[in-house]
């Protein structure tokens, strides 16, 4: 069954300032448009219905990898997977992570932007409008139950960018724009542990760029998918590390993604692991502080308990990895 787009009015702004002035149009829902990886379906499963798009694709000044005085990277929002992960001014761990998304016809139109801005996921409510209407529209889509904890008051549904989790881990910070003017966000504060408030972006702000740090220590992503092919994080693991000269941890940043409504810190884990050395012992017992704040759902591809017994498995293996790089 072919699923049709509902009707909607397309702007294609050459400026940031006239994409800026198009979003705070007070009287329509208008929402960007960046690749439509994400966009499309939703609006084809009307989870996002509106009035009008606002296509980034003519904002020349929104693509590019570069790098600034000071050494950091800084990535337009609308370079697309692919360029980033063919880049070598881009951490290779951003751009690894990068080819990591998805497939390769999804990154070549995929989007930074779109993939930083993702929506939250979830089983229940990924589905088209008609499952959706006879099983009953969850807390996400205007109902008020969360039919995946239906005690909850909370919404469930998962963060899912991979770039995100890396990004928080390398110490980020996006620039976003709009009539109001530009303000710089740390990654860290850019997303909400809510399914539906998930992101501290307001709807009508851009997100025009992302710049990270110039010295980002030894830093690795590993990611749990079915599929190496395409699928999305059932899990993702994010470690940046650095060492002394004796092979002490110096500095740890570990985050832990796909697992919650935002990438999260496993502050505990990083805490615990700096001035130790990477014994076995000590990633054991890493991984094991890691898990304790997490709390997977069955809301996505397979059971939350495997997700969760993965997790030690997967903070073990990226703290080893980066210590290996030391040899
Ligand atoms: C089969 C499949 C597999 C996928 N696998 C993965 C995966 O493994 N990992 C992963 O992370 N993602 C995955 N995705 C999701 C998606 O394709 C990517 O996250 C992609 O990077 C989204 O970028 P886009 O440019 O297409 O975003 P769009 O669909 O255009 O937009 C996505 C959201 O971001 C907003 N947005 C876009 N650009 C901006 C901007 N500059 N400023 C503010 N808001 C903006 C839009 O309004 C929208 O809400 C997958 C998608 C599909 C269909």
């Not at 996002?48 to 005085?69: A, H, N, Q, Y």
């Not at 999305?232 to 993604?257: E, K």
């Not at 591809?301 to 997790?311: A, L």
């Amino acid at each position: 069954m072919t699923i049709r787009l509902p009707a909607f009015d397309y702007l294609t702004p050459e400026t940031l300032e006239d994409a800026a002035a198009a979003l705070a149009d007070p009287d329509r829902s208008v929402i960007i448009v960046a690749g439509g990886t994400d966009v499309v379906p939703k609006m084809k499963r009307r989870q996002m219905t509106p009035e009008v798009l606002v296509s980034l694709s003519k904002i020349e000044s929104l693509r590019g990898i570069r790098r600034d005085d000071e050494g950091r990277c800084v990535l337009g929002a609308s370079t697309t997977l692919a360029e980033i992960h063919g880049s070598s001014l881009v951490p290779e761990v951003f751009a690894s992570a990068a080819g990591d998304v998805a497939s390769p016809q999804i990154r070549n139109t995929a989007t930074l932007g779109g993939n930083l801005s993702l929506d939250t996921r979830c089983n229940y409510i990924d589905m088209s409008d008609s499952w959706r209407q006879a099983s009953g529209y969850c807390l996400k889509d205007g109902g008020d139950t969360c039919w995946v904890a239906p005690r909850s008051n909370k919404c469930w549904a998962i963060s899912s960018s991979d770039l995100a989790t890396v990004a928080l881990a390398l110490g980020g910070s996006v620039k976003l724009t709009s009539v109001r003017g530009e303000r710089m966000v740390p990654v860290e504060e850019l997303y909400n542990n809510d399914g539906i408030a998930y992101s501290t972006q307001a709807p009508d702000e851009i997100l025009v760029e992302l710049v990270l740090p110039k010295d980002c220590g030894r830093a690795t992503y590993q990611k749990l998918r079915r599929r190496g092919s395409i699928d999305f994080p059932l899990l993702g693991v994010a470690a940046v590390v650095s060492f002394d000269d004796a092979g002490v941890c110096a500095s740890a940043r570990i985050v832990v993604g796909a697992v919650a409504s935002a990438p999260l810190r496993a502050t505990e884990a990083e805490e615990f692991v700096v001035g130790r050395s990477f014994t076995k012992e000590v990633l054991e017992e890493a991984g094991r502080l890691a898990t304790q704040s997490v709390r997977p759902q069955d809301n996505t591809d397979t059971g939350s308990r495997y997700r969760k017994w993965m997790v030690p498995v997967f903070v073990e293996q990226a703290l080893r990895a980066v210590a290996d790089t030391s040899e």
